[in-house]
Nanobody
């Protein structure tokens, strides 16, 4: 059974940085396009960054230039380095594989204060 465990969230002031981690077990990780999703309070969960098995990234316009997605295929890990955080980045962050419908993890809360 696939398990996704996110970590690294926290409370940070605007302009600050955080690094999120996602540990993946039970999947063919090296074959999956992995993505980070954000669910802001009262809103739906949206994809914000994705990375192919060979490391090519893609970003939503809301985070491009501020966030960097990366992966370590040897460790089955996905990361999201976040810089220049804004209050609108507040939300619960999840990782998952694109188009795989793996069970969602618990996510990690990111709160950015102004």
């Amino acid at each position: 059974q696939v398990q996704l465990v996110e970590s690294g969230g926290g409370l940070v002031q605007a302009g600050g940085s955080l690094r999120l981690s996602c540990a993946v077990t039970g999947s063919d990780f090296r074959l999956d396009i992995m993505a980070w999703y954000r669910q802001a309070p009262g809103k739906q969960r949206d994809g914000i960054a994705a990375i192919t098995p060979v490391g090519s990234p893609n970003y939503d316009s809301s985070v491009k230039g501020r966030f960097t997605i990366s992966r370590d295929n040897a460790k089955n890990m996905v990361y999201l380095q976040m810089h220049s955080l804004k209050p609108e980045d507040t939300g619960v962050y999840y990782c998952n594989a694109v188009r795989r419908n793996y069970p969602w993890g618990q996510g990690t809360q990111v709160t950015v204060t102004s």
